[in-house]
C-alpha cells in the first residue's frame, strides 16, 4: 500500500504511522514512479492528487479520499471508506 496526497495529507498519514506515505507535488516528480508501481498496488490519493496524476485511475486498486474532512458528510461516510479499503471496519 502506499499513500499519495497533498503536502497535508501526506504529513498527517505519516504522523498516524503510516511510512510509505508521499507528498506529490509535481505531475513531472511523480509520474514516472506511478508508472512503475505494479497495477496490484493498493493506492491511497486524496482528489488534488488523482487531479495532477489522472494516470492513477488506471489502477484497480485505488482508494481516493476528499481533500478536507469538510468534505465528509459524516464520520459514517469516513468509516464506510475506510471500511471499503482494508475490509474491516477501523474506529475513527
Request: aromatic share 4%; charged share 25%.
Amino acid at each position: 500500500m502506499i499513500i499519495l496526497g497533498n503536502p497535508q495529507f501526506a504529513t498527517a498519514m505519516l504522523l498516524a504511522g503510516i511510512s510509505n506515505s508521499h507528498r506529490v507535488t509535481s505531475r513531472a516528480e511523480w509520474l514516472a514512479r506511478v508508472r512503475e508501481l505494479p497495477k496490484e498496488e493498493t493506492i491511497i490519493a486524496n482528489t488534488s492528487v488523482v487531479g495532477i496524476l489522472p494516470e492513477l485511475k488506471e489502477f484497480k486498486n485505488l482508494i481516493t479520499l476528499p481533500d478536507s474532512a469538510s468534505e465528509f458528510g459524516s464520520v459514517d461516510d469516513l468509516k464506510e471508506i475506510v471500511k471499503a479499503a482494508v475490509g474491516i471496519e477501523i474506529e475513527v
